[in-house]
């Protein structure tokens, strides 16, 4: 597997779990960008024989329709036609599973037989996708609560049923430690890189961040050194690129990416109170 940034001496107390797993996440924390993570979740595949790796984000829980972002370490094109189905596209048992429940579950066609109801069409998804290498595999539910958000992400290669079981048996316990970790890096860089995707640049940034502040335009103007007009013009500019249509959501964005602090994480007047609970003996502050 290729390594982001340089291999970090683990001590032996870090040793513990299987070499793969705490192999990975050494070296997730080294990483700088979405990429890079990317990079790492499809090289661990690859080292298990599941090279098939499909990664999908809900910007919405309860709706998996609202996708964020759709990665797949393979040339998936083929489905593109089966999605044009309107009932393919809205709804599938496994995304479905992801949004309920928290369980990883295998997939592909060589579990078909241990599911609930999959329509006649889901089924022949399945069956195309075993003739392109992807017979079975395993998916992991993810979440994220800050705005809450569901994720999937799934290792598969083409292997019969008990190859499949033979593999979770023997590394499921990497698979599922390492996508929750690379989940939680992985968002962390895709949040961070919004400006980047969407080429907002650094003057707009600094204007996201004052609007976050709660700032109006003549506050703006008077701490920018600058005209009204220019902030509403830099504001429309703003809004265009990101999508977005009031202060409220650009506040909440400047938020997400980390230009403002969490207000329930902030420094208070009890910033230095721990609380401590303790099943027997109630609750202590000190």
């Not at 089966?82 to 928290?102: C, E, G, I, Q």
């Amino acid at each position: 597997m290729d390594r982001p940034g340089p291999e970090r001496r683990l001590i032996e107390a870090e040793r513990y779990t299987p070499e793969l797993l705490h192999r990975f996440l050494a070296d997730l924390e080294t990483t700088g960008h979405s990429r890079d993570v990317w990079a790492l979740i499809v090289g661990l595949g690859k080292q298990l024989n599941l090279p098939y790796i499909d990664f999908i984000s809900a910007s919405s829980l309860a709706d998996f329709r609202k996708t964020l972002f759709i990665r797949t370490s393979y040339d998936s094109t083929w489905l593109n036609e089966l999605n044009r189905d309107p009932d393919l596209h809205r709804w599938s048992y496994f995304r479905s599973h992801a949004m309920h429940h928290l369980t990883p579950i295998m997939v592909g066609i060589e579990f078909i037989d241990e599911y609930h109801h999959i329509p006649a069409k889901r089924a022949e998804i399945l069956r195309r996708a075993a003739k392109h290498g992807i017979r079975a595999g395993f998916s992991i539910p993810l979440r994220v609560h800050a705005p809450p958000q569901a994720a999937l992400l799934t290792f598969s290669g083409n292997h019969s049923r008990r190859d499949m079981i033979a593999i979770v048996k023997a590394h499921g316990w990497t698979l599922n430690v390492a996508a929750l970790a690379a989940h939680q890096r992985y968002v962390m860089h895709f949040a961070a890189e919004f400006p980047e995707r969407n080429h907002v640049s650094p003057k707009q940034t600094e204007l996201l961040e004052l609007i976050g502040q709660g700032l109006q335009d003549k506050q703006i103007a008077d701490q920018l050194g600058i005209s009204i007009s220019a902030v509403r013009q830099r504001l429309h500019t703003l809004m265009e690129k990101t999508g977005l249509s009031t202060r409220t959501e650009l506040a909440t964005l400047a938020m997400g990416l980390g230009i403002l602090p969490d207000p329930l994480h902030g420094p208070g007047n009890d910033a230095d109170e721990v609380l401590i609970e303790m099943d027997e003996g109630g609750i202590h502050r000190r």
